[in-house]
């Protein structure tokens, strides 16, 4: 008795100083997609040709294009105004445009500002989504590059970028998942003052040997790891463990 009593006192110790780790949905932040609306809005190329660079943009690109764009969903090519756009299937994936005729194309979104009061419960953010198949098989050559950026306190003249830039093949980087984790022990700041932030999908500007290629994309997602509280019941039995050990001694 006195073993089943001790061994579950020191079960109810671990549970209250480990935490379980939850993660809490926050994809309210994401701007929805929706079939047969205006859910892709169109940057002609003068001001969203720099989003379309080898390797990804820089954030001073990401800063003068999206900084000042409401919360949504963007696109463009390099063929001026008359490329295909991205386009958004009936169950919310989009599909990504690649390279056309000129070479290039780019899918942005800006997120929904996320407070510092609404961070303050989170230890961690996850930022995730999956990449299904290529429209045409038969071009997988396509440089493909994905990043997430963040300013400060949702004021838009100072971007930084969220871990690094997922870059590869079109071949090569569909039909997997992909995403970023962001600490607080890492990236405080943001916790403290709260962000917005931009996810950057672009091709690179190379071959026009891969126009029209476009690249599925699903289940944008975004978490939160909440900050770990004891657990209540591991709390009651330590408390009852602990008035145990007096009567036993009285």
Request: with cysteine; glycine share 12%; net charge negative.
């Amino acid at each position: 008795m006195n073993t089943t009593f001790f061994l579950a006192l020191s079960t109810a110790a671990a549970l209250a100083a480990s935490g379980a780790e939850i993660w809490s949905s926050l994809d309210g932040i994401i701007p929805e997609l929706k079939m047969g609306e205006t859910a892709v809005t169109r940057i002609n190329y003068s001001s969203g040709s720099a989003l379309i660079a080898n390797g990804g943009p820089s954030a001073n690109t990401v800063q003068s294009v999206l900084g000042a764009l409401d919360a949504g969903w963007y696109s463009g090519t390099r063929n001026n105004n008359t490329g295909t756009l991205a386009s958004v299937t009936a169950d919310g994936t989009t599909n990504l445009v690649s390279a056309t005729g000129a070479g290039g194309g780019f899918t942005a979104v800006k997120f929904h500002e996320v407070s510092a009061t609404t961070l303050s419960g989170y230890e961690a953010l996850r930022i995730s989504f999956d990449t299904g198949g290529l429209y045409d098989a038969s071009r997988t050559g396509q440089p493909q590059n994905f990043s997430l950026w963040y300013s400060l306190g949702g004021e838009a003249d100072s971007l930084l970028q969220a871990g690094s830039t997922i870059s590869g093949l079109a071949g090569n980087v569909s039909n997997n998942s992909y995403g970023w984790t962001i600490s607080k022990e890492e990236y405080g700041s943001l916790f403290d003052r709260g962000a917005t932030f931009y996810l950057v999908m672009n091709t690179g500007v190379l071959n026009t040997s891969y126009a029209y290629q476009e690249l599925a994309v699903s289940n944008f997602s975004m978490e939160g790891l909440l900050v770990p509280e004891p657990s209540s019941a591991a709390v009651t039995l330590l408390g009852l463990g602990v008035c145990a050990l007096r009567r036993k001694r009285r």
